[in-house]
């Protein structure tokens, strides 16, 4: 075999391993939105998160950065469209959705988001998924919903829209876009290096909602707790889980990566069990074997990129 073809192989397996990570990191980022009311304003833990975030890459990818100024000066509104997309309105907009809306609601509307890239995936950037792998997202995605219902359906009339659902349905639709976009913008940096670019866009785009949120008398002021939450988010959900998905992408396929979504309400489920003394119920289960079957039933199926 040749030695491409041997790397290619090597890092293909690699994807597959790091993809279930991928979802358990961005738990870290629930539970940090759980908590960041009255102790950190929204838009000030966006942008302190992604200005570590961001200044940990750019330093870790100097040399390839300086090398490759002319093309990432010529590319500039991609990364300010993807900071927009993916720090901007799946940062500083969830933590404010966490304000008024549930768990219950935010994961559903969520649930929505590897849906639309899927299909954009298919129609925008010519990915093939097979029917095999379309039942897979439909499994995984009534697996997601038997867990965030406790096993009884009837709750879902019980759902009642706020205005932080609006705020978590852009964010899943923003999600979507910074997944496509990724993925139709063909880039020659690595992921480090792309995604410091993408930090910088975020941090211009925050900076000024920011700087007003710190102007405001109800804005909780700095505290160390409030530092703690930037690290945690920055260096869990931002470096770890924003990085691995961008590189998995590249390997794996927009769609097929995205469907890995779905495991983030299981590994909340594990993470309660196991850190909380929370009870672990038949739902749980039942929800399990629904998304492991319909993650596997899409990852067993390698398209043509």
Same mark, same amino acid.
């Given at each position: 075999m040749p030695i491409e073809a041997q790397r290619l192989a090597a890092h293909t397996r690699l994807a597959l391993v790091l /993809?279930? $990570?991928?979802?358990? $990191? +961005?738990?870290v980022n629930q539970v940090s939105a759980r908590i960041a009311p009255g102790v950190v304003a929204?838009? =000030?833990? !966006?942008? &302190?998160? +992604?200005? $570590? !975030?961001? $200044? =940990?890459l750019t330093v870790l990818a100097r040399q390839e950065l300086w090398r490759?100024?002319? +093309? =990432?000066w010529a590319t500039w509104y991609q990364a300010l469209?993807?900071?927009? %997309?993916?720090? +901007?309105?799946?940062g500083a907009w969830v933590y404010i959705a966490g304000q008024s809306t549930s768990a219950m609601n935010i994961?559903?509307?969520y649930a929505s988001s590897p849906i639309m890239i899927a299909v954009g995936s298919v129609l925008w950037l010519g990915e093939t998924f097979s029917k095999r792998q379309m039942l897979g997202v439909a499994l995984a995605? /009534? &697996?997601v919903a038997h867990v965030v219902v406790r096993g009884d359906w009837s709750h879902l009339t019980q759902v009642e829209l706020v205005a932080g659902d609006l705020w978590i349905l852009a964010a899943a639709i923003a999600w979507?876009?910074? !997944?496509?976009?990724?993925?139709k913008w063909h880039s020659p940096l690595s992921a480090t290096a792309r995604l !410091?670019?993408? %930090? /910088?866009? &975020? =941090?211009v785009l925050l900076l000024p909602f920011a700087v007003w949120e710190l102007a405001s008398v109800d804005t909780p002021p700095l505290s160390q707790a409030a530092l703690g939450l930037v690290v945690l988010t920055a260096v869990v959900p931002g470096l770890g889980a924003y990085w691995i998905y961008g590189w998995t992408q590249k390997i794996l396929g927009t769609s097929r990566v995205a469907v890995t979504l779905y495991l983030g309400p299981l590994y909340a489920a594990l993470a309660a069990w196991l850190l909380l003394n929370e009870p672990m119920g038949w739902h749980h289960l039942a929800g399990a074997l629904l998304i492991l079957s319909g993650v596997g039933l899409v990852m067993a199926f390698k398209r043509p990129e």
């Open positions: /993809i279930w $990570l991928t979802p358990l $990191l +961005w738990t929204p838009h =000030v833990l !966006a942008l &302190g998160r +992604w200005s $570590l !975030a961001g $200044l =940990v490759m100024r002319q +093309w =990432v469209i993807l900071g927009g %997309c993916g720090m +901007w309105i799946c994961s559903l509307i995605l /009534i &697996g979507a876009a910074y !997944a496509l976009l990724q993925k !410091a670019t993408i %930090c /910088i866009g &975020g =941090v």
